[in-house]
């Protein structure tokens, strides 16, 4: 296991990827895969801030951009939308990113588990919707080895028997989640069911987001209400409720080996300058519990 950030964390704070990468002193980076097929570029330029993966040709000029900088991705992120009037094409976008991910030998992509609509239907029939794209982009990307990780993202997402029903009814070792350490703490769920939900599926552990709060003691055990003052008690990493230590060890001992992934959600309270402070301090927790 070793530390990364998410693309989105490190530009809230520095001005080009490989800026807080190196001031931070990790190498690898979550970016996230745009509609267009690009990406933030590491270093950018005016002329060049991204790069597309629409191509192999510009998949290859992605590589060497990779390679100048010293820079390892360690998973692709989409914004999926299942729900979406237009299924067909969320689903060829995702086996595009597949594809991509491929051809630069990145391990996972981070799928997305909100959907357009879910509050409109049942459980059930979120299953079958998210489970039908899932097994589409499975046997269309056969002969890729990217696994494929739902994270416990939004409302929906963060009920456990959701993830379940998806993966049983999917059944592949290509697809299981991206686990999000404060996300089930921000549903609502208690502080010790948090650690048994994150137990129940550290098996399926492809990626993971790394985040914290800090709610007051009489609410920590309590059922909230879903992103209950959120904005007010999300914290850095050592200064939340939820020990990261156990689940390091948690997904360790399930036999997890790729990266933990930082996406602390605070640095909106911080100046600029604090925000780089806060992420300093951030990488060298993650590097004590890893």
């Known amino acids: 296991m070793y530390p990364s950030i998410r693309d989105a964390i490190v530009l809230q704070a520095f001005p080009s990827i490989k800026e807080g990468l190196d001031a931070l002193k990790i190498n690898a980076v979550e970016l996230e895969i745009f ?12 002329e060049r801030p991204k ?9 290859d000029d992605f590589k060497g951009h990779l390679r100048a900088n010293g820079i390892q ?3 692709l992120l989409m914004h999926n939308n299942f729900g979406s009037k237009d299924f067909d094409a969320e689903v ?3 086996i595009a990113a597949v594809r991509a991910a491929s051809a630069l030998q990145v391990p996972v992509i981070r799928i997305d588990a909100i959907m357009h609509g879910e509050h409109e239907v049942t459980v059930e029939e979120n299953v079958t919707v998210f489970a ?3 097994a589409r982009v499975i046997d269309a990307t056969s002969d890729c080895k990217v696994d494929l990780g739902i994270e416990n993202h939004g409302s929906i997402g963060n009920r ?3 993830l379940d029903k998806v993966l049983t009814k999917v059944r592949s070792s290509r697809l299981g989640v991206t686990i999000d350490t404060g996300n089930f703490y921000w549903w609502g769920h208690p502080l010790s069911k948090v650690y048994e939900i994150i137990e129940h599926f ?4 492809k990626h993971t987001h790394v985040k914290n709060i800090a709610y007051p003691a009489a609410k920590r055990e309590t059922p909230r209400e879903i992103g209950w003052e959120y904005g007010k008690y999300v914290s850095p990493l050592a200064e939340g409720d939820i020990d990261l230590r156990r689940i390091v060890k948690t997904l360790r001992s399930s036999g997890y080996k790729r990266d933990f992934c930082l996406e602390d959600e605070s640095l909106g309270k911080y100046s600029k300058d604090e925000q780089k402070a806060v992420l300093k301090r951030d990488v060298e927790f993650l590097k004590q519990i890893l």
Request: glycine share 0%; hydrophobic share 40%; charged share 15%.
């Open 73 to 75: 991705v360690s998973a």
């Open 132 to 134: 039908d794209a899932m």
């Open 35 to 46: 509609r267009d097929n690009s990406v933030y570029a590491i270093s950018p330029t005016k």
């Open 51 to 59: 790069y597309t993966l629409a191509n192999p040709q510009a998949i």
């Open 92 to 94: 060829d976008w995702t």
């Open 202 to 205: 550290a098996p399926y552990s």
């Open 160 to 162: 456990p028997e959701f």
